[in-house]
């Protein structure tokens, strides 16, 4: 992509400075000069060693983990820019943690997806760039444009290369149905879906499958990834169930530990991932396999900054 850039600056600080380092290489800009670090007692510092005065900041930062490090490093860091007269700023955010916390399911319960929101958007945000959002009601959280992408083409791209044979794509829930059949779409498949059950946070329990899936080659598809507990105990019952093959696929690979083995000891032959978070090198392992997202949001970052419609976008890289 061939841009005027002289008004644009792409900023990172320490969630995935890697994404940020190929985003600025897809627009053929260097990463604007900041230190993003701590004080002795822990507290977040960030120094900005040029100036940004009018330009069009665009601040790449996954709430991954450390999550509450992380976020505060972005608020920070949108704080120092709104200060030194940006014109405008946009968190590119393609992990949005908390985002699981999106409603009340009991009493006396916070509502943290929507905090986040107002704090992004008090600290001086104008436009927020995020990735496969837990849930799409999310956007409605703001009163900033939100620009969301999807992974699934990324995903999707994947599997055709493959040759896969006589595939079905498997939500792992009820919720995946609307993600399950973009991919299936796109794969030209049906769809079959997973009926479980949470007794407790964490923990999932297989009740049912809805659909055909004996002798074939099953693509379980979900946003995250976090303990793959639910994921490995869907791909078990798929196993039972006769299919020939299974692979996994998500957007945000949390992978907390036990998840890599988990998977490892699973009958999942592949679980592939998008660099949304970056995979650390102890939990990287031959089943996981790592896409980049970086081409879509550098596009998306273009477009935004040359005031082109992001719609058009959507054909490649939309979501719902």
Do not use: W
């Not at 995903?155 to 299936?184: C, H, M």
């Not at 693509?219 to 093959?245: H, N, P, Q, R, Y």
Request: hydrophobic fraction near 40%; glycine fraction near 6%; include cysteine.
């Amino acid at each position: 992509m061939t841009l005027d850039t002289g008004k644009l600056c792409i900023l990172t600080g320490n969630a995935n400075p890697e994404l940020a380092k190929k985003i600025a290489q897809h627009l053929g800009v260097k990463l604007c000069d900041a230190m993003v670090g701590h004080f002795n007692n822990g507290e977040t510092q960030v120094m900005i060693s040029e100036s940004v005065r009018g330009k069009d900041v665009f601040i790449i930062q996954p709430t991954c983990q450390p999550v509450n490090d992380n976020l505060m490093e972005l608020l920070i860091m949108v704080d120092a820019c709104k200060r030194a007269s940006a014109r405008n700023i946009t968190a590119v955010v393609p992990y949005y943690a908390y985002a699981r916390q999106d409603r009340k399911t009991r009493g006396r319960e916070p509502i943290s997806a929507k905090l986040v929101a107002d704090l992004l958007t008090t600290a001086g945000v104008n436009r927020v760039i995020t990735v496969d959002l837990h849930a799409g009601q999310i956007q409605g959280f703001f009163n900033i444009p939100v620009d969301h992408l999807a992974a699934a083409p990324i995903l999707a791209q994947y599997f055709i290369e493959k040759k896969l044979d006589n595939v079905v794509v498997v939500s792992p829930d009820l919720g995946g149905v609307t993600r399950a059949r973009i991919l299936a779409d796109r794969l030209n498949a049906p769809i079959a879906i997973i009926e479980k059950r949470r007794p407790e946070p964490g923990c999932a329990e297989v009740m049912n499958l809805i659909g055909d899936v004996k002798g074939k080659t099953a693509v379980i598809i979900d946003d995250i990834v976090d303990t793959a507990g639910s994921l490995c105990e869907g791909a078990k019952a798929l196993e039972k169930m006769g299919v020939k093959e299974v692979y996994a696929c998500c957007s945000h690979a949390i992978l907390s530990d036990p998840a890599v083995q988990r998977i490892n000891e699973s009958p999942i032959k592949q679980l592939i991932i998008t660099d949304t978070i970056p995979l650390p090198k102890d939990k990287a392992t031959e089943k996981i396999v790592s896409l980049s997202i970086a081409d879509a949001l550098g596009e998306a970052i273009g477009r935004i900054y040359t005031q082109q419609s992001v719609s058009k976008l959507f054909d490649k890289y939309s979501k719902l």
